[in-house]
T-cell receptor
Framework: RKEVEQDPGPFNVPEGATVAFNCTYS??????FFWYRQDCRKEPKLLMSVYSSGNEDGRFTAQLNRASQYISLLIRDSKLSDSATYLCVVGMDSSYKLIFGSGTRLLVRP | EADIYQTPRYLVIGTGKKITLECSQTMGHDKMYWYQQDPGMELHLIHY???????EKGDLSSESTVSRIRTEHFPLTLESARPSHTSQYLCASHDRAANEKLFFGSGTQLSVL
């Protein structure tokens, strides 16, 4: 079993749609959680950190469920520019190693 | 925004050659990492360093080696390149706190013929 699992997609949605991605992690000792965005043939870039109480940044909302060991990302009012691969990333303070999921691909169509 | 640099951006080389991929950051970060990523696939950690003279192998076995003689510099070396080494290599760094974001370089796309 992978340490961080994501649905690879692709999620094909029209502009303006709301789309949600989930990610599950296997290590209950995980302490830090992030969503990164990666465009084709580019390096990953931090989209947002995920906090225990949940957090929002504009159209993006992230949630953490420690009991069920999953995190989610909700994108409202999708834009064409949101088309990318979204990477779930989990880390443990003790090791500072960050484990990347394989990513969920999002395609937003006009 | 990111002060982490990788060179070369693209490298096409013949089998058997020795290559070094450069990675430098000017942010004074202790933690540096090398990831390998094939097209459409996930990132795999191949090496990491927690500071000068500290290097560790990552989760994916790699024939490459790394060194960390200076905080800002974390080069990756392949003594004898093979076609199976063809991939994208991404260097990254972050600060002491685990919840600090990871800064990535632009990557080196390596093609071994």
């Amino acid at each position: 079993r992978k340490e961080v699992e994501q649905d690879p997609g692709p999620f094909n949605v029209p502009e303006g749609a709301t789309v949600a991605f989930n990610c599950t992690y296997s290590n209950s000792a995980s302490q830090s959680f992030f969503w990164y965005r990666q465009d084709c043939r580019k390096e990953p870039k931090l989209l947002m950190s995920v906090y225990s109480s949940g957090n929002e940044d504009g159209r993006f909302t992230a949630q953490l469920n420690r009991a069920s060991q999953y995190i989610s990302l909700l994108i409202r009012d999708s834009k064409l520019s949101d088309s990318a691969t979204y990477l779930c990333v989990v880390g443990m303070d003790s090791s500072y190693k960050l484990i990347f999921g394989s990513g969920t691909r999002l395609l937003v169509r006009p | 925004e990111a002060d982490i640099y990788q060179t070369p951006r693209y490298l096409v080389i013949g089998t058997g050659k020795k290559i070094t991929l450069e990675c430098s950051q000017t942010m004074g970060h202790d933690k540096m990492y090398w990831y390998q990523q094939d097209p459409g696939m996930e990132l795999h950690l191949i090496h990491y360093s927690y500071g000068v003279n500290s290097t560790e192998k990552g989760d994916l076995s790699s024939e490459s080696t790394v060194s960390r003689i200076r905080t800002e510099h974390f080069p990756l070396t392949l003594e004898s390149a093979r076609p199976s080494h063809t991939s994208q290599y991404l260097c990254a760094s972050h600060d002491r706190a685990a919840n600090e974001k990871l800064f990535f370089g632009s990557g080196t796309q390596l093609s071994v013929l």
